[in-house]
């Protein structure tokens, strides 16, 4: 789970900072936590052979999966904004044709071979994590959204989802508007925004996870 790959492909460029929003003032004010989702149906029930955080290659097949491309990042923090170190970040979503990885997850023979659909990463010690994939798309009853699950050494998974900021069908979807605290439901929508100077419409998201974990002593 190196960054080299990554960096042959030259993806990582132009990822800036971000804020968080306090869930009170003051300067040890705790973080806003991210709210859990439900871990979904279509985690896959077969892991690929590849793994790593690019998601939009398979192997060493030369043709890339084909939708708008996006550098998905962020950090892994707890409640006082502190990076979390060894966390195991996993994402899976749709390719361009709304088909999961997922044996029951969509009409197999319209499945994109090309796009890997899981993709994992172990933070560092700034807790940080990225990869590259495909800005999601819709399916039936369900608003664009990328599912993570993030693991800490010792602890039980955490679930969530990550959805686009201005997407008129998140005001239908069903699963983001169960989180009734308009303010834990805007912790999960982020904007997805092109990237400066890159050819094909490509774009830059960052979504921080914020865990409900305790500081170390």
């Known amino acids: 789970m190196t960054l080299s790959r990554l960096s042959r492909r030259r993806v990582l460029a132009g990822l800036g900072g971000g804020s968080l929003l306090l869930a009170s003032p003051g300067l040890f004010a705790e973080l806003l936590l991210t709210p859990a989702q439900t871990l979904g149906p279509f985690y896959p029930d077969q892991l690929p052979l590849d793994q790593d955080n690019d998601l939009l290659q398979v192997g060493d097949r030369p043709t890339q ?11 892994i923090l707890d409640a006082r904004g502190k990076p979390l170190k060894g966390a195991l970040v996993e994402i899976w979503q749709v390719d361009s044709n709304g088909i999961y990885l997922h044996s029951r997850g969509g009409e197999r023979d319209r499945r994109d071979p090309n796009f890997q659909g899981y993709g994992r990463f172990e933070t560092a010690s700034d807790g940080r994590y990225r990869f590259r994939t495909l800005r999601p798309v819709p399916y039936p009853g369900r608003t664009p959204h990328i599912h993570f699950a993030v693991t800490l050494p010792g ?18 979807d069903g699963v983001l508007n169960a989180i009734r605290d308009p303010r834990l439901r805007e912790r999960l929508i982020v904007p997805f925004v092109p990237v400066a100077g890159a050819r094909a419409g490509e774009q830059v998201a960052r979504f921080d996870i914020v865990l409900g974990v305790t500081p170390e002593s």
Do not use: K
């Open 65 to 75: 999966a084909s939708g708008v491309v996006v550098q998905l990042h962020g950090q």
């Open 155 to 172: 602890l039980p998974r955490f679930a969530t989802q990550c959805y686009i900021r201005g997407e008129p069908l998140n005001q239908r």
